[in-house]
């Protein structure tokens, strides 16, 4: 409890363990969906274009007054969410081979994000803290930001929930029953922009996709059913949180790399014990 306990003492810290918090469970739920529908490589198309979007405000900072005081991270979500519908667009050029949509998103989102970084004259602090997460980086306002994600996003899925998994499952029935497949695709794919965006200050850009899918490769392991690949990959990405941070706290190391670190040894574990039984 005591490890525990320092994260309330100080705001930064309390910041940081809320926004976790939320974040651990976001990022598993629409992991769930991602996997299922072969679209993990989504995640990280998106979180390379949010790159360009916080390097992009960062920049502007230097020059632009208002950018000066304005959070990196509402560029990075109009980034993210732009690139969403970037992809959604691409899928409709390239029917045949829609997959063609992310690796271009992707291509994009670094060599934007390497411009941007080469204009401003390399990395700064800020940057790095983007990259790899920080537990004192995340502020009041970034809480804020976070909280209302996870309200918009949490209502999305609840009313969007039965559409969402017919067409994970089977796709074509779906749509021969009068489901938008056009229409849910681009909230859901929205929802994991605004998701990737609000992690980043947590995981970092680099690692917010393996937020999005080592609990849900470990939960494939020992659930029996879909709604227990739900529990298990929230549970997973709760522990990660809690694990990856009190150990970056502790040993002043960068919150991303812990907590991917314990994903990872989780989803080992699993592994192990499946093999075992």
């Known amino acids: 409890m005591e ?10 810290l309390r910041n940081a363990f809320l926004t976790g918090i939320m974040v651990g469970f976001l990022a598993p739920i629409l992991g769930v969906f991602l996997v299922v529908r072969r679209l993990s490589l989504i995640a990280d198309a998106l979180s390379h274009i949010t790159l360009a979007g916080i390097a992009g405000s960062l920049l502007l900072g230097k020059h632009v007054l208002f950018f000066a ?10 980034f993210s969410v732009g690139g969403a519908l970037l992809i959604e667009k691409l899928r409709t050029v390239y029917k045949t081979y829609q997959e063609l949509s992310i690796p271009i998103i992707l291509s994009g989102g670094i060599g934007l994000g390497v411009v941007f970084i080469s204009l401003a004259d390399g990395f700064n602090t800020d940057l790095f803290n983007y990259l790899f997460g920080s537990v004192i980086a995340v502020t009041r306002s970034d809480l804020w930001t ?9 209502v999305l899925l609840l009313f969007f929930y039965k559409e969402l998994f017919f067409l994970s499952f089977d796709e074509e029935q779906a749509i021969v029953s009068g489901i938008n497949k056009k229409l849910v695709h681009l909230i859901f794919i929205i929802m994991v922009a605004l998701v990737i965006a609000s992690s980043m200050r947590i995981v970092g850009i680099l690692l917010v996709s393996s937020l999005m899918t080592l609990p849900v490769a470990a939960s494939m ?9 739900f529990i298990f990959s929230i549970l997973f990405g709760e522990l990660s949180v809690i694990v990856g941070l009190i150990s970056a706290y502790h040993l002043d190391l960068a919150p991303g790399g812990t907590i991917v670190v314990t994903a990872v040894l989780i989803l080992v574990i699993t592994i192990l014990l499946k093999k075992k039984n």
């Open 69 to 78: 005081g304005l959070n990196p991270l509402y560029l990075g979500i109009i």
């Open 221 to 229: 392991r020992i659930a029996k059913g879909f709604k227990q690949m």
């Open 3 to 12: 490890l525990i306990s320092v994260f309330l003492q100080y705001e930064f």
């Open 146 to 154: 976070i909280s209302a994600i996870t309200l918009i996003v949490t």
